[in-house]
C-alpha cells in the first residue's frame, strides 16, 4: 500500500507547525517569560532552540522519512537485527494517548472561553465575578465533558478524511486564520497606552531583573522551554517525517517548523504583555494568567467581547491544531501495525480518547479529591508524565537511536538528514550530537524528576 503524501510543501510545513505550535506557546510561554525577567529568558530561550530544539527535530523527521513509517514499524525498519529500540515506539503512542487525555480537556475550556466571549456571558461582569466563570465551569463535569468531546469528536472526524483532505486542508486555514489574528491582536495591543512598557519589559534584557529571578533557573526555564515547545520524543513529529519527500534537507524544514512556532510564541506574548501592562496586570500570574486575568483586562477593553471572543479563537486554532496533529500520529500506527482502515482507526481510537479524557475532566469536580505524586491533581499528573518524564525520555532514545553505532547510526542519520536541497548538517558537528546534546537532555529530564 502506498503511504500517503501531503500535497505541498507549505502544507507539510503548517501541519507540522501546527502540531508544535500549540498551548506551551500561547499559554506557558508568556507566563513564564514574566517569571523568569523577560527579554533575558527569550534571548536564552532562541538559543536553546537553534542548540537543541533544530536537531532533535532532524532527528524525529530523519526516522519517518527514511521509514516511511510511523514510530514501531519505524524504528524497525531502520535499528539493527536482534535490536529493541523499535520498543520506544509502543511508548511513543501511550505518549501520545497520554497527551490527549487532558489536553483535551484543556482545548475544550479554550473553545468554551470562545463562546462565551462571543456570546456576551462576560458582559457586565466584574472582579470576582469573573474569576467565578472559570470555577464554575471547572465544577461542572456536563460542560467541561461537553467540550472536550466536541473536541475529540471534530478532530477525528477530520482524520477521518485523510491526510491531505482532512487534516492538511483544515490546518492550513486553521493555521492560516491563527495567523491573521494575532497580527490584528498584536497589533491592537500595540496601540493600548501604556503598551510600550510590555513590549520593553518582554523584549528588551535586563540583567538586573534576570538576576532577581535568578539566572540559573532563567536559563534552566528557557531550557526547558525550547525543548518542550515542540513536542519532541512521542513520535508527534516522526510521523509527518513519514509522509515527506525527499527535496529539502531536514535541518532547512526543521528550522523553517521552528521558526514559524517561535513567531507565533513571540506573538503571543506581543499580545500580552502590553495589554497587561496597559491595565496593571502582572505579567507572571502563572496558569491563571488566560483563564483569569485575561478575561479582566479584555473586559476593561474598549470593544472587549469582540477582543476576547477573538483571543480565544486563536487559542482554540492553537489548541486544535496540535489536537488533530496527534490523532493522526494514532491513526497511523492503528493503519501501520494492525492493517486497519483509516475509518476503522478513527471510530475505535475516537472511542477510546472520550474515555480516556474523562479522568481529567472528573479531577476537578467528582473526583477533586483525588491526587496523585507530590499533591497533584489529575490533570498536573498526567503533564507531569509527558512533560517531564515521555518527551525529554523519548528524545534521548530518539537522539541515541540516531547518533550511535548500537542504533541506526551517525552516518546514515546525516545522510538521511542532509538528503535535498537546502541547510546541510556538518559532519564536525558529531561530537557534539554524541556526547554534548545527550547531556543537555538528560539534564532536562533529571531536572524534570527532581
Known amino acids: 500500500m502506498n503511504r500517503e503524501g501531503f500535497q505541498s510543501r507549505l502544507g507539510f510545513l503548517l501541519v507540522s507547525a501546527g502540531c508544535a505550535v500549540g498551548i506551551g506557546n500561547v499559554w506557558k510561554f508568556p507566563y513564564v517569560t514574566g517569571q523568569n525577567g523577560g527579554g533575558v529568558f527569550v534571548l536564552f530561550y532562541l538559543l536553546f532552540l537553534v542548540i537543541m530544539g533544530v536537531p532533535v527535530l532532524t532527528m524525529e523527521l530523519a526516522v519517518g522519512r527514511a521509514s516511511r513509517k510511523s514510530a514501531v514499524l519505524g524504528y524497525k525498519a531502520l535499528e539493527p537485527k536482534k535490536s529493541k529500540w523499535h520498543i520506544h515506539g509502543w511508548f511513543c503512542v501511550a505518549g501520545c494517548c497520554l497527551l490527549m487525555m487532558?489536553?483535551?480537556?484543556?482545548?475544550?475550556?479554550?473553545?468554551?472561553?470562545?463562546?462565551?466571549?462571543?456570546?456576551?456571558?462576560?458582559?457586565?461582569?466584574?472582579?470576582?465575578?469573573?474569576?467565578?466563570?472559570?470555577?464554575?465551569?471547572?465544577?461542572?463535569?456536563?460542560?467541561?465533558?461537553?467540550?472536550?468531546?466536541?473536541?475529540?469528536?471534530?478532530?477525528?472526524?477530520?482524520?477521518s478524511f485523510g491526510l491531505q483532505k482532512g487534516l492538511e486542508r483544515i490546518t492550513k486555514v486553521m493555521m492560516l486564520g491563527l495567523l491573521a489574528l494575532i497580527a490584528v491582536l498584536a497589533i491592537h495591543s500595540l496601540t493600548l497606552d501604556g503598551g510600550l512598557e510590555g513590549v520593553k519589559f518582554y523584549l528588551l534584557p535586563d540583567l538586573q531583573r534576570a538576576a532577581e529571578a535568578g539566572m540559573g533557573n532563567v536559563i534552566t526555564a528557557a531550557m526547558n522551554q525550547a525543548f518542550f515547545t515542540l513536542s519532541l520524543g512521542i513520535a508527534a513529529m516522526e510521523v509527518f517525517g513519514s509522509y515527506m519527500t525527499r527535496d529539502h534537507s531536514l535541518a532547512s524544514e526543521a528550522v523553517r517548523i521552528c521558526s514559524l512556532d517561535t513567531f507565533v510564541a513571540l506573538m503571543a506574548g506581543l499580545i500580552i504583555f502590553p495589554a497587561c501592562f496597559s491595565f496593571g496586570v502582572q505579567p507572571?500570574?502563572?496558569?491563571?494568567?488566560?483563564?483569569?486575568?485575561?478575561?479582566?483586562?479584555?473586559?476593561?477593553?474598549?470593544?472587549?467581547?469582540?477582543?476576547?471572543?477573538?483571543?480565544?479563537?486563536?487559542?482554540?486554532?492553537?489548541?486544535?491544531?496540535?489536537?488533530?496533529?496527534?490523532?493522526?500520529?494514532?491513526?497511523?500506527?492503528?493503519?501501520?501495525?494492525?492493517?486497519?482502515?483509516?475509518?476503522?482507526?478513527?471510530?475505535?481510537?475516537?472511542?477510546?480518547?472520550?474515555?480516556?479524557?474523562?479522568?481529567?475532566?472528573?479531577?476537578?469536580?467528582?473526583?477533586?479529591?483525588?491526587?496523585?505524586?507530590?499533591?497533584?491533581?489529575?490533570?498536573?499528573?498526567?503533564?507531569?508524565?509527558?512533560?517531564?518524564?515521555?518527551?525529554?525520555?523519548?528524545?534521548?532514545?530518539?537522539?541515541?537511536?540516531?547518533?550511535?553505532?548500537?542504533?541506526?547510526?551517525y552516518d546514515n542519520y546525516l545522510a538521511e538528514a542532509n538528503a535535498g536541497k537546502g541547510l546541510k548538517l556538518p559532519r564536525w558537528m558529531k561530537p557534539y550530537f554524541q556526547f554534548i546534546l545527550p547531556v543537555l537532555v538528560l539534564a532536562i529530564l533529571i531536572q524534570g524528576l527532581c
Open 102 to 159: 487532558y489536553y483535551t480537556t484543556v482545548s475544550g475550556w479554550m473553545l468554551g472561553y470562545f463562546f462565551k466571549f462571543a456570546a456576551g456571558s462576560f458582559d457586565g461582569l466584574e472582579g470576582e465575578a469573573v474569576d467565578g466563570v472559570f470555577g464554575t465551569m471547572l465544577a461542572s463535569p456536563g460542560e467541561m465533558g461537553a467540550w472536550m468531546a466536541v473536541t475529540v469528536l471534530v478532530g477525528f472526524l477530520v482524520c
Open 284 to 409: 507572571d500570574s502563572g496558569p491563571s494568567l488566560i483563564f483569569i486575568t485575561l478575561p479582566k483586562v479584555f473586559l476593561d477593553m474598549s470593544g472587549g467581547r469582540l477582543w476576547g471572543a477573538l483571543f480565544f479563537l486563536f487559542m482554540t486554532f492553537a489548541s486544535f491544531s496540535t489536537v488533530i496533529a496527534v490523532f493522526e500520529n494514532l491513526q497511523a500506527n492503528c493503519i501501520d501495525n494492525f492493517g486497519w482502515t483509516r475509518k476503522k482507526a478513527a471510530v475505535v481510537n475516537c472511542v477510546f480518547i472520550l474515555v480516556a479524557s474523562l479522568p481529567c475532566v472528573l479531577g476537578y469536580n467528582l473526583w477533586s479529591d483525588l491526587h496523585f505524586l507530590g499533591g497533584r491533581d489529575v490533570l498536573d499528573f498526567e503533564d507531569f508524565l509527558v512533560s517531564n518524564l515521555l518527551l525529554p525520555l523519548g528524545s534521548l532514545v530518539y537522539l541515541l537511536f540516531c547518533v550511535s553505532k548500537w542504533g541506526w547510526g
